[in-house]
Structures are given as C-alpha cells and as structure tokens.
C-alpha cells in the first residue's frame, strides 16, 4: 500500500458542487474472460473501450451501484454499509443472466478506488462527499440475444454535493406523470440501466410541471405509491408510524432499509412496509421523505396529481421532526459524528 500525503487536497469549492461528474484521476478495472476474473488495478483512463457487439450496447445488459465515502471529523475516510452494496450488485447479475461478481473483487475494487482519490475526497464539514459507481457491463463480441461472455468491472469516483440543491434537508416537490417506471415481474427491484433511461421523459415533464423530480404508481391500478425517479419513499403517520410502499417493481434502497431500522430502535417508532394508496390515504400523511444514497432524505412538500397540486401538512412549516431527526440519525453514522451502535460504518485504510 502505497503512502499517500494526507495534507494534500485538491483545489475545488467544495461547499458549492453540485451533483455532477468531475473527473478524479485513478479508478479500478477487472475483466472476466476465459471463465475467470483479472486480479484487477488502477488506471487513468476514464474512457471504457468495449467491442460494438457488447450485450451491454445492444441489449442492455449492465447492472451498477451508489454508494459515498466521508470524510469524519477525526480525519477518517468511511463508506456505508457496502456489504448491502455488494449483495444488491449481486442479485442485479442474476437478474440479467451476468456472472457473478465476488465481494472480495468488490470491496477492493471501491476501497482501492477511494484510496487513490484521496485528494478528492471532500473535507469535513463541507456538505460534499465523493460519490462511488461500481459499474459492471456485458462486454465481447456477441449478435445474438444472449448473455456476454466477457465482462468488465469499473469502480469511479467523482467529489458531489446534494442531490437536490441546498444545505441540510431541502423540500421537494413530486409529480405522477402518465409514464410507469417498471412492472411487478419485471426488472424494478435491481438496479439496472434499462430502469433509469426509460424515466428520464417523466422527470423532464415533472420539471415542467414545477416538480423536481418524477412520483412513479403501481403499473397495475396506478394508485398505489411505488418511488420517485431516484429515490425511495418514506411517510410518518400521526400515530408514531413510519411507513414505506411494498411493491415487487421498487428497488431495495440500502438508505430506506437504514432509515427504517433507525426509526424503530431510536426513536421508538412503528414500522411497516405495505401498499400505500396515495389518494385515499394521503390524508393521513404527516410527513415525507425521499431517500437514497444520492437523496439521503429530501422531504416532500407537494405532489401534484392529475393537475393538482396536494400539500402535506408541513408545506408552510418547513421541513417536519420526524425527517429532521431522521437526517440527523443517518448523516451523524455516515460521518461518524456519534457512535455506530449498528456497525455500519467501514473505515478505508489511508
């Protein structure tokens, strides 16, 4: 392991980036051929060189992940539960017929890749993290309809800001548009390529509408809460309850999944995760958030459905207790601002 100068830093206004692409300088690359797996290393090409009969052109067979690495005040780098990452990538390969990534390749491919960043990681305090994608593409040649037979596995890094631009928590708003994001037997519940491209008509029309961001129904009924285009949804009730839609098309946010667990061992709230119909139940809706590893939480102040505009009932009040301390839960673990009595945090040795 080579020595790397603590001191040194790059030159970026941390407290201003936005959630974008900035190019670092290493990533980390393995192939499969031949039935087994390249022990794997750093390069400084960020261009991916693939054959154009790659399945991963033609027919969609890719599968990545989200995860961020933070800086804590002790000068610690940690990443957050990236063995729930590692699972998730893993059941994305046996959804789309791709051979199996190990989590030993995983884990070092990330850990190697933040290391090799250092300098970009963005410093304490500053509101920034360095965002991780673990890419992993269908490659070879290959014309007809069936799985790669040579495959590449990418890990890179780029220092963001928030999602949703502000400081702290920011109130969003939603949009149900007339576009359906997956259906129940199909491939929702991992995370895929083919799942995002598809949205990115109904969230430019929620944009045009005043949203942020796209509110996605149940296929079937299309009353039912799913999730929005890159997030999970969580609701607070007024009984002590925290409740998030059960769908088989949503996919598993590793954020929602910590969330709820937060919810109920420290702050002695009920949790459930169930169909939710939006209109007959929205009502009883104190509070919601959008969440996930970009989103963190992002309280929602209105959706607007079938052009109407609903407001939760903390729109004038601002951002609701129940995400606020949520927020606060989450980002003080991911930080490590306070004891992780979970043992989610993992430390990448510098």
Not at 218 to 240: K, P
Not at 243 to 262: C, G, H, K
Request: net charge negative; aromatic share 10%.
């Amino acid at each position: 392991m080579n020595t790397i100068d603590k001191s040194i830093k790059e030159n970026i206004d941390w407290g201003n980036l936005g959630f974008d692409y900035k190019p670092t300088e290493y990533r980390f690359v393995a192939t499969y051929k031949n039935g087994a797996w390249s022990e794997g290393e750093l390069i400084t090409n960020s261009n991916v060189q693939v054959h154009e009969g790659s399945p991963a052109l033609h027919y969609g067979q890719q599968c990545f992940e989200g995860m961020k690495a933070q800086t804590a005040k002790d000068g610690r780098v940690l990443l957050f539960r990236p063995d729930l990452n590692a699972e998730r990538l893993r059941q994305s390969c046996e959804r789309l017929s791709m051979v199996e990534l190990p989590n030993e390749l995983f884990n070092r491919g990330v850990k190697e890749a933040v290391r090799a960043n250092y300098r970009f990681i963005p410093p304490y305090g500053s509101g920034a993290a360095l965002y991780i994608r673990p890419l992993l593409l269908g490659t070879g040649q290959n014309l007809g309809l069936r799985p790669a037979t040579e495959y590449e596995f990418r890990v890179f890094v780029s220092p963001v800001g928030p999602y949703y631009k502000g400081t702290g928590l920011s109130l969003i708003k939603l949009a149900v548009t007339d576009y359906d994001r997956a259906a129940p037997s199909g491939t929702g519940a991992v995370k895929v390529g083919g799942n995002y491209a598809g949205g990115f008509i109904a969230t430019k029309i929620a944009k045009e509408l005043g949203a942020n961001e796209a509110l996605y129904l149940d296929s079937a009924t299309r009353t039912y809460l799913e999730e929005a285009g890159s997030a999970n949804i969580i609701i607070s009730l007024s009984d002590d309850r925290l409740i998030t839609p059960l769908s088989p098309a949503i996919l598993p946010s590793i954020t929602r999944r910590s969330v709820m667990q937060i919810a109920k061992d420290e702050l002695g709230m009920k949790t459930e995760e169930r169909p939710i119909h939006l209109i007959n139940e929205f009502s009883e809706f104190e509070e919601m958030g959008a969440c996930g590893t970009a989103a963190v939480i992002s309280p929602v102040q209105s959706i607007l459905y079938k052009n109407e505009w609903m407001h939760m009932k903390n729109s004038k009040e601002g951002v609701g207790p129940v995400m606020q301390n949520l927020y606060n839960s989450l980002t003080q673990i991911q930080k490590g601002e306070r004891e992780d009595s979970f043992g989610w945090t993992v430390e990448v040795e510098i």
